[in-house]
């Protein structure tokens, strides 16, 4: 694959249990190829979540982003749902 497009997104969580239930949910994705386009890799810095793509071209860069973000947020609203934040 020849790469011309990047992108990395850092993402900051407000606790390690999120990040890390993230990271179980979604690093089986990036180990299966979806396509043979991109490739993405899953890592974590702290409180964040790095979110690193590479792609031959724009076009596939912004499907995988829309793809993760997408399935980020989905994986959010059901811990939420799971174990809702605290209130004070």
Do not use: G, H
């Not at 071209?57 to 994986?75: E, G, K, M, P």
């Amino acid at each position: 694959m020849s790469v011309s497009a990047k992108a990395s997104i850092r993402l900051k969580f407000a606790n390690q249990k999120q990040l890390q239930t993230l990271l179980c949910a979604l690093t089986p994705e990036t180990q299966t190829m979806q396509t043979t386009r991109a490739n993405v890799k899953l890592s974590s810095d702290c409180d964040f979540l790095v979110l690193s793509v590479e792609a031959e071209d724009t076009v596939a860069l912004r499907a995988t982003l829309n793809a993760y973000l997408r399935w980020i947020q989905s994986t959010l609203q059901v811990i939420d749902v799971i174990e809702p934040p605290k209130t004070p």
